[in-house]
C-alpha cells in the first residue's frame, strides 16, 4: 500500500473517530437534559376557581370568584357571584416528567409539583420504575462508551487494544440506545394511562409532547448514530488489517519460494521495484468490485516464470 495510501485512510479513521466521539457526547448532553427536567409532556387543566380570600380590591382577580360581599358571616345579605358559565373555570397549565409533574398554583404564580409515581397508576408504578432503571442504563452505558471512545485515542495503546476499545465502545453505545429507546417508550405508556386512569384532580383536558421528550429522541438518534459510526470504523479497520495481512502473507511465500530455489537476490528485489503493492494485492481480492487491472499480466508471468526454473532446478 503506497504511503499517501496510508496516510488517507489514517485521516479518515481519525475523522470517523471525531465524529463518533461528537455524536455520543451529544446524545449524553441531550439525554441528561431530558431526564433531569419536567417538560415531556404539558398542556392544560380545567379547574373551578376558588373563592376569593382577603379585603376586596380594585383591580378584578380573574383567577378566583369573589361575592358581592365580603360580610359572608350576615345572613341577611344576599350573596351572589358575576361569574357564569365558562368564566367559573380556569384552564392551569401543567408540566411532566418521569420524576415530578408540576401544576400551575391558585393564585397562578408559580408551579406546585408532586411526585409522578403518586399520579401513575398502582399497577403500572412497577413499569414506571423500571422506566427509570432503564433511563439509568442508558445514561451508564452512553457515558461508558464515550469514555471508552475518547481512551481509545490515547496514543500509548497498541493497535489491538485500541481495536478492542473500539469494539467494546461501539457494544456500549448500541445497548445504550436500545435501554433509552425502552425506556422512552414505556414512559409514553405510562403518561397515557394516567390521563386515562389516573386521579380526578390531575387529569388534564389538553396535552402534548414537549421539548424534553423531543431531546429524549433526539439523544436516542444520535446516540445510535455514534454506534453506527464507531461500529463501521472497527470493521473497516480489521477489513483493512486482513487486506496487509494477505499482501504480506504472499510477499513471504514468494519470498520462501526464492530462497528455496536458490535464485539470485535480483529476482526478489525486481519483484518488488516492478510491481506496486496494491496491484499485487488484486491478484487474489478485487477492490470494490472492480477486476485487477492489466499490470497483474507481468506478476503472473513471473510467477510462473518462477515455478518453471524451480522445475529444471529440481
Not at 49 to 62: D, E, N
Amino acid at each position: 500500500m503506497s504511503p499517501g495510501l496510508a496516510s488517507t485512510m489514517r485521516l479518515e479513521r481519525g475523522r470517523r473517530a471525531s465524529l463518533a466521539i461528537t455524536l455520543n457526547f451529544v446524545a449524553f448532553a441531550f439525554a441528561l437534559s431530558a431526564v433531569t427536567t419536567n417538560y415531556w409532556c404539558e398542556g392544560t387543566r380545567k379547574v373551578p376557581k376558588p373563592f376569593c380570600t382577603g379585603p376586596p380590591v380594585k383591580v378584578k382577580q380573574w383567577f378566583c370568584i369573589r361575592f358581592n360581599s365580603s360580610n359572608l358571616n350576615d345572613s341577611r345579605l344576599v350573596q351572589y357571584i358575576f361569574e357564569t358559565g365558562e368564566e367559573k373555570f380556569l384552564l392551569r397549565k401543567f408540566h411532566t416528567g418521569i420524576f415530578f409533574s408540576c401544576e400551575q398554583a391558585a393564585d397562578m404564580n408559580g408551579f406546585n409539583c408532586r411526585d409522578f409515581s403518586e399520579i401513575a397508576p398502582e399497577h403500572e408504578r412497577g413499569v414506571l420504575w423500571l422506566c427509570i432503571v432503564a433511563e439509568s442504563l442508558y445514561l451508564t452505558l452512553l457515558f461508558t462508551g464515550g469514555a471508552l471512545m475518547t481512551l481509545e485515542q490515547c496514543p500509548s495503546f497498541s493497535i489491538m487494544n485500541k481495536l478492542k476499545l473500539s469494539a467494546f465502545a461501539a457494544m456500549c453505545t448500541a445497548l445504550s440506545g436500545l435501554c433509552g429507546m425502552v425506556a422512552h417508550m414505556m414512559f409514553t405508556t405510562i403518561f397515557q394511562l394516567a390521563v386515562a386512569m389516573g386521579p380526578e384532580d390531575w387529569r388534564p383536558k389538553t396535552w402534548d409532547y414537549s421539548w424534553s421528550y423531543v431531546l429524549a429522541w433526539g439523544s436516542f438518534g444520535t446516540c445510535m448514530g455514534s454506534a453506527v459510526t464507531a461500529l463501521n470504523r472497527y470493521t473497516k479497520t480489521i477489513i483493512e488489517f486482513k487486506y496487509k495481512r494477505r499482501n504480506i502473507e504472499k510477499s513471504l511465500t514468494i519470498k520462501q519460494m526464492v530462497i528455496e530455489l536458490d535464485l539470485p537476490e535480483q529476482m526478489w528485489d525486481m519483484y518488488l521495484t516492478a510491481v506496486p503493492a496494491d496491484v499485487e494485492a488484486q491478484l487474489d481480492l478485487p477492490v470494490n468490485g472492480h477486476e485487477p487491472s492489466t499490470g497483474t499480466t507481468y506478476v503472473l508471468e513471473m510467477d510462473s516464470g518462477l515455478e518453471q526454473q524451480g522445475e529444471e532446478y529440481c
